[in-house]
Nanobody, 128 residues
Framework: QVHLVESGGGSVQVGGSLTLSCVAS????????MGWFRQTPAKEREAVATYYVDDSTHYLDDVKGRFTITRDNSKNTLDLQMNALKPEDTAIYYC??????????????????????WGQGTQVTVSS
């Protein structure tokens, strides 16, 4: 059975740092397209950082240079190091995975349907 369990969220001041961790079970992270997404009540869910099976990484423009996504195949985990946090980074952050690029693109574009796996989310709050 597939599970994604996130941890590491919390409350920080502007300019602070947090590291989110996602532990995967029931599948191998190295063979799946994975990413961190975030959502607020005011905005549609967006992909913040993604990690592809070819080891390429991609970032939302707003977080480039501040966030780093890493994958640890030995631990079957996906982490997101977040530095220089801003109030606009406040959101629920979700870890997600899909078995192929087409399913992963469906997750990125918020296509309705069951295309991959999602964690339960972890809250990040950045206060000024």
């Amino acid at each position: 059975q597939v599970h994604l369990v996130e941890s590491g969220g919390g409350s920080v001041q502007v300019g602070g740092s947090l590291t989110l961790s996602c532990v995967a079970s029931g599948f191998t992270v190295s063979t799946h397209y994975m990413g961190w997404f975030r959502q607020t009540p005011a905005k549609e869910r967006e992909a913040v950082a993604t990690y592809y099976v070819d080891d390429s990484t991609h970032y939302l423009d707003d977080v480039k240079g501040r966030f780093t996504i890493t994958r640890d195949n030995s631990k079957n985990t996906l982490d997101l190091q977040m530095n220089a946090l801003k109030p606009e980074d406040t959101a629920i952050y979700y870890c997600a995975a899909a078995p192929n690029i087409w399913a992963f693109r469906a997750l990125i574009t918020n296509l309705e349907g069951n295309f991959g796996y999602w964690g339960q989310g972890t809250q990040v709050t950045v206060s000024s």
